[in-house]
T-cell receptor, first 117, second 112 residues
Framework: GAGVSQSPSNKVTEKGKDVELRCDPI?????LYWYRQSLGQGLEFLIY????????KSGLPSDRFSAERTGGSVSTLTIQRTQQEDSAVYLC???????????????FGPGTRLTVL | KQEVTQIPAALSVPEGENLVLNCSFT??????LQWFRQDPGKGLTSLLL?????REQTSGRLNASLDKSSGRSTLYIAASQPGDSATYLC???????????FGRGTSLIVHP
């Protein structure tokens, strides 16, 4: 597609339920990032995928959070047993770092607003 | 560990003013610096990417400069318009990582 897409745009769930958030990166982009943006806070890095390499999961806040990327394209972020503090906007970005770190420009999706009641 | 600071946190100006937004970083060994804008309830839109070897980049009324030695970047907005109202974030890639460090942003309001 023309840009990064995310679905759903909004998700309301009850505490304790599991949720899945989806990201479709720009076609051909090998790198994919997940971030979280809580109200009034900055962007918090969650996880990074690059090609077939093992993902960098250093930003995941707890073992309730996991993500996968199938076929080097679409990614799903899963939050198990959601808590109220998980309420935030979850943003996905993709890039094509084939030219090296100097040219690694990120493009963001519109985000998924998650509300945990 | 890279730290990125944006000053001011908020700015309100009348239409037509020329603006300077600041971004400072602690580790000067950067690969690139990217400026974004974020409208309320939306994702981030890339404005400009400056590579470490560059001093500035321009796009329309926007000009971003980079001074690695002093750990600073500025985003200059000429002849501001109400449509420029948004939060502006800078992100720095450094330290051998593809994962950038983001500032907290400057919230800009341009009133008619």
């Amino acid at each position: 597609g023309a840009g990064v897409s995310q679905s759903p745009s909004n998700k309301v769930t009850e505490k304790g339920k599991d949720v899945e958030l989806r990201c479709d990166p720009i076609s051909g982009h090998t790198a994919l990032y997940w971030y979280r943006q809580s109200l009034g806070q900055g962007l918090e890095f969650l996880i990074y995928f690059q090609g077939n390499s093992a993902p960098d999961k250093s930003g995941l806040p707890s073992d309730r959070f996991s993500a996968e990327r199938t076929g080097g394209s679409v990614s799903t972020l899963t939050i198990q047993r959601t808590q109220q503090e998980d309420s935030a906007v979850y943003l996905c970005a993709s890039s094509s770092p084939t030219g090296g770190r100097w040219y690694n420009e990120q493009f963001f999706g519109p985000g998924t607003r998650l509300t945990v009641l | 560990k890279q730290e990125v600071t944006q000053i001011p946190a908020a700015l309100s100006v009348p239409e037509g003013e020329n603006l300077v937004l600041n971004c400072s970083f602690t580790d000067s060994a950067i690969y690139n610096l990217q400026w974004f804008r974020q409208d309320p309830g939306k994702g981030l839109t890339s404005l400009l990417l400056i590579q470490s070897s560059q001093r500035e980049q321009t796009s329309g009324r926007l000009n971003a400069s980079l001074d690695k030695s002093s750990g600073r970047s500025t985003l200059y907005i000429a002849a501001s318009q109400p449509g420029d109202s948004a939060t502006y974030l800078c992100a720095v890639s450094s330290g051998g990582s593809y994962i950038p460090t983001f500032g907290r942003g400057t919230s800009l309001i341009v009133h008619p």
